[in-house]
């Protein structure tokens, strides 16, 4: 295999369905070794790009290189030096845990004189020694979670690619699973993981965010907390909330709004101004503030403001937030 210092290069990648554009000329690098976090609503394109990057769907231009090898002219390469897990686990609930690690490895060539150490470590990892005679299908979550990825890697790929591969588990075994992650990370493999969980987008290394098939923002956590954010984060604690929603559908100066608990966060161009401004147009429609203030954004915050047209202030705050 190639030494590369890049585990995934993508330039000006498309993917067209006729005249709609999935994927619309996105550019990125995923360096050896890095937790890279790719996140965007449903429909956005993450799915469409990662068929493309583990060589399953040809682009329709641009290029793209993963651990080494060109997805378009060389996808079975590319294949066989992947690993890949989905959130259904990618397991055959019907097979044994035994039988699901040996179809593994038969399917990515894993060497024999290695087999049986690829096994012995897949249950560990997967904490199912002496369960290996269980049906897949009845093992908890967690169990089952574990013994995917470890089908994944068995063959020990220097890049995976995990699309939501914590949904519907349990936050302890969800952290557990992120620490194998990390594990991983930290022995060379490159690891790209889409999520919809904003606190797991923390644990990535650096995250791209992509919208109606663009990359919108990418940098590590805390660039996109600080440098992302379309306008400034105001926390207001009020009552009663649904009226005050509602009459901030027209308030001047306010992007978007959204209920956050007990409080409302409120998007505005510049905080100093509109903060007294907001006040006394919140009065006037008797709405009892106690609370408002500038707040620093959470990923969850950046990722609405730079994945959402708003619907709260009209044409002018609507043109203000396309990507």
Known sequence: MPEISNS???????????????????????RKGEVFGFLGPNGAGKSTTIRMLCGLLKPTSGHAAVAGFDVSREPEAVRQNI????????????????????????????????????????????????????ITGTLPGGWKQRLALGCAVLHRPPVIFLDEPTSGVD??????????????????????????????????????????????????????KRDSMKGELLLVECEPLGTAVEALQSAPGVMDAAVFGNALHLVVK???????????????????VTRMEEIR????????????????????AAEERKP
């Open 83 to 134: 690993g890949y897990m989905s959130q259904k686990f990618s397991l055959y609930n019907d097979l044994k845990v035994i039988e699901n690690i040996r179809l593994f490895a038969g399917l990515y060539s894993v060497p024999s004189n290695q087999l049986k150490e690829r096994i012995e470590w897949a249950l560990s990892m997967a904490n199912l020694k002496g369960q290996e005679n269980l």
């Open 270 to 288: 510049d905080a100093a101004v509109a903060i007294p401004q907001l006040k006394s147009y919140l009065a006037e429609h008797n709405i009892s």
């Open 297 to 316: 954004p959470s990923l969850e915050d950046v990722f609405v403001s730079l994945t959402t047209v708003s619907h709260t202030a009209g044409p002018e």
């Open 171 to 224: 936050p302890i075994t969800r952290r557990q699973f992120w620490d194998l992650i990390h594990q991983m990370a930290e022995a060379g493999v490159t690891v790209f993981v889409t999520t919809h969980y904003m606190e797991e987008a923390e644990y990535c290394n650096r995250l791209a965010l992509i919208f109606r098939g663009k990359i919108v923002a990418l940098g590590t956590p805390s660039e996109l």
């Open 8 to 30: 995934v290069v993508v330039e000006s990648l498309v993917k067209r369905f006729g005249d709609f554009t999935a994927v619309d000329s996105i550019n990125l690098e995923v």
